[in-house]
């Protein structure tokens, strides 16, 4: 299989799906080979979207692979946690996340809670402390890094 010759295809394919490609590669494991695709969406991706993007692609494999190379494939997702774009952050405003920041706000570098606004170049986060509900703006430059997070 040359990688190369299908890769824009098989991005085309995920795309017109309704995911984002997020890396296509493949790799040799204890002699097997493996094509590895990870794709996203905003929304959350479950196991039969997995399951059906496996047959998507398998099938439409079968008909731009011209090679007789057995390979396994292996199809993920980022996962509930994915990391955040800061240039998508706008699609998840009432999401769950946290945040760790370069410079403190408050005393705090790492804050967990939910997207309410995205500006230009902050958003606001509400958060809890204990009991009580606050809001602060965290500029994006202050960001280091950014993820969903699970709620408990």
């Known amino acids: 299989m040359d990688l190369t010759k299908i890769k824009s295809l098989l991005e085309e394919k995920i795309v017109s799906l309704g995911y984002e490609p997020v890396s296509i590669t ?75 920041v370069n410079n403190a706000i408050n005393g705090e570098n790492i804050f967990e809670g939910t997207i309410k606004e995205v500006k230009d170049d902050s958003f606001i986060l509400e958060y809890r402390v ?9 500029l994006f430059n202050n960001i280091y890094k950014i993820r969903l997070a699970i709620k408990f």
């Open 26 to 100: 493949k790799r040799n494991e204890k002699g097997e080979n493996i094509l590895s695709i990870v794709i996203d969406k905003v929304e959350p991706i479950d196991m039969n979207m997995i399951v059906e993007v496996t047959n998507e692609l398998s099938a439409y494999l079968d008909n731009i692979d011209d090679s007789n190379e057995a390979y396994m494939l292996d199809i993920s997702s980022l996962g509930a946690e994915k990391p955040l774009k800061i240039e998508s952050l706008k699609d998840y405003v009432n999401r769950y996340v946290n945040v760790h």
């Open 130 to 138: 204990k009991t009580r509900v606050k809001e602060i703006v965290i």
